[in-house]
């Protein structure tokens, strides 16, 4: 088993910037492909950002040219850089590991979930 932990969520304005983290508890890390979702209020949670074992990354439609995901694994660590943060942005973020590395990344076929860490962006 490996333990997901996020840590960096909080508040920001409108435009502003933030950083997630998420380390794992175990030194497999570097095995899994990492990623982030996001679930606002009333919706779906949905596939945000991933960053395979070798640093290929995929970004959702919704956040590409805002956002960077990022690992390193001496650290057994994936950061979520969000930049020019939208009001919509808005939702608990998880944490995702997957064995495997291919698209679509889904909840269905996560491995393991962080509890997840409450990003606010005001306008």
């Known amino acids: 088993q490996v333990q997901l932990v996020e840590s960096g969520g909080g508040s920001v304005q409108a435009v502003g910037s933030l950083s997630v983290s998420c380390t794992a508890s175990?030194?497999?890390?570097?095995?899994?492909?990492m990623g982030w979702f996001r679930q606002a209020p009333g919706k779906e949670r949905e596939f945000v950002a991933a960053v395979s074992w070798n640093g290929s990354t995929d970004f959702a439609d919704s956040v590409k040219g805002r956002f960077t995901i990022s690992r390193d694994n001496a650290k057994n660590t994936v950061y979520l850089q969000m930049n020019s943060l939208k009001p919509e942005d808005t939702a608990v973020y998880y944490c995702?590991?997957?064995?495997?590395?291919?698209?679509?990344?889904?909840?269905?076929?996560?491995?393991?979930w962080g509890r997840g860490t409450q990003v606010t962006v005001s306008s």
């Open positions: 175990r030194r497999t890390f570097s095995v899994y492909a």
């Open positions: 995702a590991a997957r064995r495997t590395y291919g698209s679509p990344w889904t909840q269905s076929n996560t491995d393991y």
